[in-house]
T-cell receptor
């Protein structure tokens, strides 16, 4: 069965610090997809990144970077030089490839609340 | 471009009252639609999904039901609310055949059952 674990419930950092959010997943499939979403205080979920299981290259987008390691079943998210606007709940999610369609459910972790203090 | 609308944004309802939350998507046809609930612990739980008009799949047994009367309309209902139905309800969509594309979420409805 699929499972996503975000062991860090809450993290508090001071502005300009780097912070890494951990995500560990479980799946029996060899083909799967991993996602990160951001949920600011307003509540909507904002898509950040999708990574498929065959692409282990790390990705950088501005101050955001993602480290995907199949050997440890982890897909960690690092924010460099954090800012107050980064304060949000961050969710990691997993989807098994299957045959496509609606039944490829997105299974979410419980989220990590990141508080960036000025 | 595609947009998704959910309403109302907030709702306070007494126990035993009915519920109707609505979600509509614009700018796409035959989307796959989803209802998620986020309870106090922040985890997101998939409640229902739909691949087409009148086609509803339920993920967990509960006091809620869903309907899709039109291609881009998804409704979450209850005949009698329970205290445990309180939470943040999110509607989401993805394109047909895009099985592993990201879900696009609405702004959510915060439901408090008193």
């Amino acid at each position: 069965a699929q499972k996503v674990t975000q062991a860090q419930t809450e993290i508090s950092v001071v502005e300009k610090e780097d912070v890494t959010l951990d995500c560990v997943y479980e799946t029996r499939d060899t083909t799967y997809y991993l996602f990160w979403y951001k949920q600011p205080p307003s509540g909507e979920l904002v898509f950040l990144i999708r990574r498929n299981s065959f692409d282990e290259q790390n990705e950088i987008s501005g101050r955001y970077s993602w480290n995907f390691q199949k050997s440890t079943s982890s897909f960690n998210f690092t924010i460099t030089a954090s800012q107050v606007v980064d304060s949000a709940v961050y969710f990691c999610a997993l989807s098994e490839a299957g045959y496509g369609g609606a039944t490829n459910k997105l299974i979410f972790g419980t989220g990590t609340l990141l508080a960036v203090q000025p | 471009s595609q947009t998704i609308h959910q309403w109302p944004a907030t709702l306070v309802q007494p126990v035993g009252s009915p519920l109707s939350l609505e979600c509509t998507v614009e700018g796409t046809s035959n989307p796959n639609l989803y209802w998620y609930r986020q309870a106090a612990g922040r985890g997101l739980q998939l409640l229902f999904y739909s691949v087409g008009i009148g086609q509803i799949s339920s993920e967990v047994p509960q006091n809620l039901s869903a309907s899709r009367p039109q291609d881009r309309q998804f409704i979450l209902s209850s005949k009698k609310l329970l205290l445990s139905d309180s939470g943040f309800y999110l509607c989401a969509w993805r394109g047909t055949g895009e099985g592993n594309s990201p879900l696009h979420f609405g702004n959510g409805t915060r439901l408090t059952v008193t």
